[in-house]
C-alpha cells in the first residue's frame, strides 16, 4: 500500500451533546510526518475532537480518513491498534512498577503464567534508551520526573509503532529544559515516520515546533495553515478569539470603594503570591487558560484547599473551611456541576435548600412545606425548565442543572458569589438568562466573582478583570469599551 | 470511557426501565410474602413446627417478632450509615461485649436503669471508637471497623471468666429472675418490651431519614461528597453522628439479647453484621451510599429473621447455615440485577 500523503483526513465532523454542538462541521487534513498543532480557547473543541479521533466519544457524524481508510475506533485501545496513541495530562503511567515492567504493560507474555522477557520487551527498552538513555530499565517510574514519564510513556508509543502520537499540553507540569529536550524528541519522532498532533495554549511552543496549525473556535474549524505563513502570535490569537461581541457591558461608576475581600499573598502549590481586593457590589472577572489556577483561586478563598496568605472578607480574616465561608457570607459554584455541586439523586426540592438548611428547619426538623415553598421560588425566579420541584437533579438538563446549582448558593443568603465557569457545557439561551441573573444580583447589591476561560463572558458581564497565568496574577485592568481583548490574549498565553 | 457509548444505548430502553423501576419497588414485599407463603404451607406431620404446627400461628408470629429484636433495633441507624456512605462491621461485636456487660451487672447486683444506662454508655463509646478511627484518622471504614469488630470481640472474650462459656447465673451466684422481663414479659399483644423499644427506634428512624437535616445530609454525604464538602455539610460531624447511633442501638440490641437468653453470651452478635448489611440492601440503599430507606431496611430484616426461623423448624441444623446463605445469595443478586439498571440510567 502506497502511502497516502495525508496521515489523517476529517470530513464534515459533528459531535452534538444534549444541548451543544461541540464539533461543528469541521474538516481539514493532518500531513504524514508533521507536527500538527491545535489551537484554540478552551470548549473551542479541541478535547472533543481528540476524543473522537480516540474512540473515547462516538461522532454524531462526519467522516475520518486514517491513511486513506475509513476510522472508526470503538474504544481508545482499539484507536492505539490502529495506530493513535495519546499523551494525556495526566499521564498513564503506573508509579509503583518499573520502568520495563511500564512499557511491557498490556502486552506481556508468560509461560505457565510467569513473565517472560521477550525479543519486544528487549525492543521496548531499545527504543527507550535510543530517546533517553539516561533512564534505565529496572527503575521504579516513581523516582521519575514528570518530563521523563512523559518520555517512557512516548517511548511505549513508539514501540506499539504507533504512526500519530497525540501530546495534550505536554509542556503544562514541566521544565524549560525539560521542554528543550521533548522537542528534540518531537523532531526526531517526526523524522522517525510519526506525526505528532500537539495541543498546547503556550503559542510560542507553536511557532518553535510546529509545522501546521489549526485554529479552533467555537465548536468550528477557523483555519489551517501552515505556521511558517502565519506572521505572529497576534495573527493566531485574532484567529481564535474572532470578533469578540462586548456591546453589553456599561461601564458603571456607581460602585461603592469600600473593601467586601481582601486577598493578601495567597500561595499554595498551584497559586503564586496572588494580591487583589475586591469592591462590595463588584463584578469581579479572573480569566486565564487552563492551569492559569482559576480553580485553585477559588477552591482557596472558599476554603476548601488549604493555602498560606491572609484573606479578610468584611475585615475579618476567614477561616478556612467552606462551611465557616457559608456562615460568613460567601457560596461557591464550583466548576464541575455535576460532580461537585449537584445532589444528583436528590430531587430539585432535596437540593435547592441544603446549603441553608437551618433557614428552613427547626431544631433540626425540616418544614417540607416551606422546602417546597422555597424549591418553588427558586423554580419560578431561575426560571427552571422542570414540570415539578420532585424530578430528579440528574435528569435535568445542564443549563437547568447549572440554575439548580445557583439557586442553592443564592439560598445561601451569601454576600459574595463566587462563580468557577458558570456557563459551561450550556446552551446559548440559559447562558444569557444566566448572564442577566448576574446583572441582576449585582444590581441587588451582591458581589460576585467569576472564574472563566471564556473571554467574550468575562468581557460581557465583568466591571474589573484579573489575569492568571500559571498560577499567578498576571495584570488588572478595569473594563471599559477601550479594553483590548488582544493584549488579554497576549498575558494569559505567556506573553510579557 | 464505554460508559459514554453505553448511556446513549441505555437512553432507547426508556421503557423497560420505567418497569424495571417499578418492580424494584415492589419485588422486597413479593419476596417477603412468598417466603411466608412457602413456610406456611410446609407441612412436616412428625415434627410439630413452629410452635402450634404453622408458621403464622400466634405463638410462632410472636416467636418471630422476639427474634426479630436485635436486628430491628440495630438496622434503622446502620441503614442511615450506610446511606451517608460508610458501614459499621463491628456491630456483632459490639452488640456481644454490651451483652456480657450488661449480664455481669446483673449479676453482680446491678439494678436495670443504672445496668441499662452504663450500657448504652459503652455502645456510645464503641461508636466513638469506630467514628475516630474512620473520620479522624481516615482509615478505610471497612478496615477500620473490621479491627474493632475483633477487639470488642475479643475484649467480651476476656471478660468471661476461664472455663465459662458466658457470663451466667452459677449455684452461688445466681442470675437473678427479672433479667429476662425486658425481653420476654408480655407487655402488649402478647409482645415484650423490648419489642416495642425497637418499634420505636425505628419509626424514630423512619422520621430522622425522612423528616430530619441529619437524615438528609447523610443522603447528600453519601451521594456526593465532593459537593457535601463544598456546600458547607460537616461530613466529619454528621458521620461521627451515625458511628454513634449505630453503637448505641448495638448496644441495645445486645443488651436485649442477654435479657432474651438471661445470659451474657461473647457469641452472641457473631454475623450480625452480615444479617444488617443484607437487610440493608434487600432494602434497596445502595452499597456506595445515597439512597435508600429505613422503611424498606425493616422488610429487608424481616426477610431475614423469616428465613432464619423458618429454616430452623424445617431443616437439620447442619444444613441451617449454608440454606439462608442460599436463600439470602438468591434474594441479593436478584436485588442487584434490579438496583444497578436503575441506578445506572
Known amino acids: 500500500m502506497k502511502p497516502t500523503e495525508n496521515v489523517l483526513e476529517i470530513r464534515n465532523l459533528v459531535k452534538d451533546f444534549p444541548g451543544v454542538r461541540a464539533v461543528d462541521d469541521v474538516s481539514f487534513d493532518i500531513k504524514r510526518n508533521t507536527v500538527h498543532c491545535l489551537v484554540g480557547e478552551n470548549g473551542a473543541g479541541k478535547s472533543t475532537l481528540i476524543k473522537i479521533l480516540t474512540g473515547v466519544y462516538e461522532r454524531t457524524s462526519g467522516q475520518i480518513l486514517l491513511n486513506g481508510e475509513e476510522h472508526d475506533p470503538q474504544n481508545p485501545r482499539d484507536a492505539k491498534q490502529k495506530g493513535i496513541s495519546t499523551l494525556f495530562q495526566e499521564l498513564n503511567v503506573v508509579d509503583q512498577l518499573t520502568v520495563e515492567e511500564n512499557l511491557s504493560l498490556g502486552v506481556e507474555e508468560t509461560t505457565f503464567g510467569f513473565l517472560r522477557r521477550t525479543d519486544k520487551t528487549n525492543q521496548m527498552v531499545s527504543v527507550m534508551n535510543s530517546i533517553e538513555p539516561s533512564i534505565k530499565p529496572g527503575q521504579l517510574v516513581s523516582t521519575l520526573s514528570v518530563a521523563k514519564k512523559q518520555i517512557v510513556e512516548i517511548a511505549r508509543a513508539v514501540a506499539a509503532e504507533s504512526n500519530i502520537i497525540i501530546m495534550d499540553e505536554p509542556t503544562a507540569a514541566i521544565s524549560e529544559s525539560e521542554i528543550a529536550r521533548l522537542f528534540t524528541i518531537i523532531r526526531s519522532l517526526r523524522e522517525n515516520n510519526v506525526t505528532v498532533i500537539y495541543i498546547s495554549h503556550r503559542l510560542d511552543e507553536i511557532f518553535e515546533i510546529g509545522d501546521n496549525v489549526t485554529v479552533m473556535r467555537d465548536g468550528g474549524h477557523i483555519a489551517t495553515k501552515p505556521v511558517a505563513e502565519i506572521e505572529d502570535r497576534s495573527e493566531l490569537i485574532r484567529m481564535m478569539i474572532g470578533k469578540t461581541v462586548f456591546e453589553h457591558y456599561m461601564p458603571r461608576d456607581d460602585i461603592s470603594p469600600d473593601l467586601i475581600l481582601q486577598v493578601k499573598n495567597l500561595s499554595n502549590h498551584r497559586l503564586n503570591d496572588i494580591s487583589f481586593d475586591v469592591k462590595a457590589g463588584e463584578v469581579v472577572g479572573f480569566y486565564g487558560l487552563v492551569g492559569a489556577g482559576k480553580t485553585e483561586l477559588a477552591r482557596a478563598i472558599f476554603g476548601a484547599d488549604h493555602c498560606d496568605g491572609e484573606i479578610l472578607f468584611k475585615g475579618e480574616k476567614l477561616r478556612a473551611n467552606p462551611e465557616k465561608s457559608i456562615a460568613a457570607g460567601i457560596a461557591l459554584v464550583p466548576e464541575e456541576r455535576r460532580t461537585q455541586g449537584l445532589f444528583t439523586i436528590l430531587t430539585i426540592r432535596g437540593n435547592v435548600p441544603v446549603m441553608n438548611m437551618s433557614k428552613i428547619s427547626r431544631s433540626g426538623f425540616i418544614n417540607a412545606a416551606k422546602e417546597r415553598t422555597v424549591a418553588q421560588e427558586y423554580v419560578e425566579k431561575l426560571n427552571i425548565a422542570t414540570n415539578s420541584i420532585e424530578k430528579e437533579a440528574a435528569k435535568l438538563s445542564g443549563g437547568n442543572q447549572q440554575k439548580v446549582v445557583l439557586s442553592k448558593c443564592l439560598f445561601a443568603d451569601a454576600d459574595l458569589l463566587m462563580l468557577d465557569e458558570p456557563t459551561r457545557g450550556i446552551d446559548v439561551g440559559a447562558k444569557s438568562e444566566i448572564y442577566s441573573l448576574i446583572r441582576q444580583l449585582s444590581n441587588e447589591g451582591k458581589t460576585i466573582i467569576i472564574f472563566s476561560s471564556e473571554l467574550p463572558e468575562i468581557m460581557n458581564i465583568c466591571d474589573s478583570i484579573h489575569l492568571l497565568y500559571d498560577g499567578s496574577l498576571k495584570s488588572t485592568l478595569r473594563n471599559g469599551l477601550d479594553v483590548d481583548s488582544e493584549y488579554i490574549l497576549h498575558v494569559v498565553t505567556g506573553g510579557d | ?345
Open chain 2, 1 to 345: 470511557m464505554n460508559g459514554v457509548k453505553k448511556q446513549s444505548f441505555q437512553f432507547q430502553l426508556g421503557r423497560s426501565d420505567a418497569l424495571r423501576s417499578s418492580i424494584k419497588q415492589v419485588y422486597i414485599y413479593v419476596v417477603l410474602v412468598l417466603i411466608v407463603f412457602v413456610f406456611s404451607v410446609m407441612k412436616l406431620d412428625q415434627v410439630e413446627m413452629f410452635g402450634r404446627g404453622h408458621f403464622l400461628s400466634p405463638d410462632s408470629v410472636i416467636n418471630l417478632l422476639r427474634s426479630a429484636v436485635p436486628i430491628l433495633t440495630l438496622s434503622g441507624a446502620f441503614t442511615l450509615l450506610m446511606i451517608s456512605g460508610y458501614i459499621d462491621l463491628s456491630v456483632g461485636s459490639a452488640m456481644s461485649l454490651s451483652a456480657v456487660v450488661y449480664a455481669l451487672m446483673i449479676l453482680n447486683g446491678f439494678s436495670f436503669w443504672p445496668a441499662l444506662l452504663i450500657t448504652l454508655i459503652l455502645g456510645v463509646i464503641m461508636g466513638s471508637v469506630n467514628a475516630y478511627l474512620v473520620m479522624n484518622l481516615r482509615i478505610t471504614p471497612v478496615i477500620a471497623t473490621l479491627v474493632t469488630l475483633s477487639l470488642f470481640k475479643g475484649i467480651a472474650l476476656l471478660i468471661v471468666p476461664d472455663g465459662l462459656s458466658a457470663i451466667k447465673g452459677s449455684p452461688d451466684k445466681a442470675m437473678p429472675g427479672w433479667i429476662n422481663d425486658y425481653a420476654r414479659k408480655e407487655v402488649l399483644f402478647g409482645l415484650p418490651a423490648a419489642f416495642w423499644v425497637a418499634v420505636l427506634v425505628i419509626v424514630a428512624m423512619v422520621i430522622i431519614q425522612r423528616k430530619t437535616i441529619l437524615g438528609k445530609y447523610a443522603a447528600a454525604i453519601g451521594g456526593n461528597r465532593i459537593a457535601a464538602d463544598l456546600s458547607g455539610i460537616s461530613a466529619v460531624k454528621i458521620v461521627w453522628i451515625l458511628y454513634i447511633l449505630v453503637g448505641l442501638f448495638a448496644a441495645m440490641a445486645g443488651m436485649a439479647r442477654a435479657s432474651y437468653m438471661s445470659l451474657g453470651d461473647p457469641l452472641s452478635g457473631d454475623g450480625m453484621e452480615l444479617d444488617c448489611i443484607i437487610a440493608v440492601l434487600l432494602g434497596g440503599t445502595a452499597f456506595s451510599g445515597g439512597e435508600g430507606s429505613v422503611a424498606k431496611t425493616v422488610i429487608g430484616s424481616l426477610i431475614i429473621i423469616c428465613v432464619t426461623i423458618g429454616l430452623m423448624t424445617v431443616i437439620p441444623a447442619y444444613w441451617q447455615v449454608a440454606a439462608k446463605g442460599s436463600v439470602l445469595l438468591i434474594a441479593v443478586v436478584l436485588n442487584h440485577l434490579l438496583v444497578r439498571d436503575t441506578a445506572s440510567a
